[in-house]
């Protein structure tokens, strides 16, 4: 991979070089095409290391994916690629696993859980940045349910409104996301408890204005009730809070801008 500097502004590909952007950055990737063919190292004995990595690397990717649906959608907040790292940090937990067989290693979460604790969706301007107030929180997983509490907010004194839009509001929201465990029979890797795994429940305060004072308020989330006599040890259950900013939308009423907010993980058990 090379960042290309100067005065080229392209994407696509142009003689076995693909061009791209990564959101997040302004540059231009460039990274050359081949390599060796999907055939050779689905049948060449010396790339066994290999498949058993790919192999493995599927039960970390559908990991990342499901604590990712387990923010509920506040993601859609993030300011850069928050895929890669959650990747990053699923494949560190399966390696820590010494006992199973390489090629079939869990992923297990519920042993790492408060490594998601503080687990910031933005770099530019992190939540504690945005919002400056000290939000207390309550996770009870035997119910599936939390609350926060915002305490009083100054928004000329607590609140960075970076855009200078006219609305805000807090958003949270309780997902859940299983351990991944190497089925045999189906030879790939399956959630552990596959009724809890990338679900999330979200509650939206009211539309705020971004010039006034804001009372405390308390916000409370529950997952499904059914779900709670499906949850197990391997069950992470992840808190996540976030603040958005909106404008005025077509119909008079406020509506949220791309990207304008930020979001954060208050804690994972």
């Given at each position: 991979?090379?960042?290309?500097?100067?005065?080229?502004?392209?994407?696509?590909?142009?003689?076995?070089?693909?061009?791209?952007?990564?959101?997040?950055?302004?540059?231009?990737?460039?990274?050359?095409?081949?390599?060796?063919?999907?055939?050779?190292?689905?049948?060449?004995?010396?790339?066994?290391?290999?498949?058993?990595?790919?192999?493995?690397?599927?039960?970390?990717?559908?990991?990342?994916?499901?604590?990712?649906?387990?923010?509920?959608?506040?993601?859609r907040l993030a300011?850069?690629?928050?895929?890669?790292?959650?990747?990053?940090?699923?494949?560190?937990?399966?390696?820590?696993?010494?006992?199973?067989?390489?090629?079939?290693?869990?992923?297990?979460?519920?042993?790492?859980?408060?490594?998601?604790?503080?687990?910031?969706?933005?770099?530019?301007?992190?939540?504690?940045?945005?919002?400056?107030?000290?939000?207390?929180?309550?996770?009870?997983?035997?119910?599936?349910?939390?609350?926060?509490?915002?305490?009083?907010?100054?928004?000329?004194?607590?609140?960075?409104?970076?855009?200078?839009?006219?609305?805000?509001?807090?958003?949270?929201?309780?997902?859940?996301?299983?351990?991944?465990?190497?089925?045999e029979k189906l030879?790939?890797?399956?959630?552990?408890?596959?009724?809890?795994?990338?679900?999330?429940?979200?509650?939206?305060?009211?539309?705020?204005?971004?010039?006034?004072?804001?009372?405390?308020?308390?916000?409370?989330?529950?997952?499904?009730?059914?779900?709670?006599?499906?949850?197990?040890?391997?069950?992470?259950?992840?808190?996540?809070?976030?603040?958005?900013?909106?404008?005025?939308?077509?119909?008079?009423?406020?509506?949220?801008?791309?990207?304008?907010?930020?979001?954060?993980?208050?804690?994972?058990?």
């Amino acid at each position: 991979m090379a960042i290309v500097k100067g005065p080229i502004q392209l994407t696509g590909s142009l003689s076995g070089v693909s061009f791209y952007t990564r959101r997040g950055s302004d540059k231009i990737i460039a990274r050359t095409k081949g390599g060796v063919s999907g055939d050779k190292i689905k049948r060449l004995p010396q790339y066994e290391g290999l498949r058993l990595q790919q192999k493995e690397w599927s039960g970390v990717t559908k990991l990342a994916s499901a604590v990712r649906f387990a923010f509920g959608g506040l993601h859609r907040l993030a300011d850069y690629n928050l895929t890669s790292v959650l990747n990053g940090m699923a494949n560190k937990m399966q390696k820590a696993d010494t006992t199973a067989e390489k090629g079939k290693r869990p992923v297990r979460l519920s042993q790492f859980r408060q490594a998601l604790d503080g687990f910031n969706f933005n770099r530019n301007y992190p939540f504690n940045t945005v919002l400056r107030v000290s939000t207390n929180y309550e996770l009870n997983r035997e119910t599936l349910s939390a609350s926060v509490t915002i305490p009083r907010i100054n928004t000329d004194i607590d609140l960075l409104n970076i855009q200078r839009l006219p609305f805000f509001r807090i958003i949270i929201s309780l997902g859940a996301a299983s351990d991944m465990v190497f089925d045999e029979k189906l030879k790939d890797y399956v959630p552990a408890t596959g009724a809890l795994h990338g679900v999330a429940a979200v509650t939206n305060s009211a539309w705020f204005p971004a010039n006034k004072i804001i009372d405390e308020q308390i916000l409370k989330v529950q997952l499904n009730e059914k779900q709670v006599s499906m949850l197990t040890a391997e069950v992470s259950i992840v808190l996540s809070i976030a603040v958005e900013f909106g404008t005025i939308g077509f119909d008079g009423q406020p509506v949220e801008v791309k990207y304008a907010g930020c979001g954060k993980v208050l804690c994972s058990r």
